[in-house]
């Protein structure tokens, strides 16, 4: 580990350790107290942050609209239907007319029964 030390007048010294407060973390609020004009490089901080962030989300939302362009195959459409229709005939035979499931089957068995209809049809 490497210390330095750093001769700090006590106007830096109270700049510091007001940045630090706020919760500033120490590689931006460095420069921010020694430089004399602090306004200018905390704005001048900001900014890179501000624009890191912006092409992160850039990033992030063209990840998303690429992946919500996919078009899902005929194949997998029809079997959603298949699996959807399987699902309507097992919960009738397997529900009472208050469509309570019948006494000692549980939603497992529905789903499992519909997927063995799936295959049927």
Not at 49 to 62: A, H, M, N, Y
Not at 92 to 120: C, F, I, P, Y
């Amino acid at each position: 580990m490497m210390v330095i030390s750093l001769a700090l007048t006590e106007q830096q010294n109270e700049r510091l350790g007001r940045l630090l407060m706020a919760g500033v973390p120490l590689p931006i609020a460095l420069p921010i107290a020694l430089d004399d004009d602090p306004v200018q490089t905390a704005t001048i901080a900001v900014e890179g942050v501000t624009q890191l962030f912006t092409e992160g989300r850039d990033k992030i939302s063209s990840t998303v609209q690429k992946a919500a362009k996919r078009k899902r195959s005929n194949s997998a459409r029809a079997a959603d239907k298949k699996l959807s229709k399987a699902f309507k005939m097992a919960n009738e035979k397997l529900r009472k007319k208050n469509g309570q499931l019948k006494k000692g089957k549980t939603q497992s068995d529905v789903a499992r029964m519909a997927h063995r209809l799936r295959k049927k049809l």
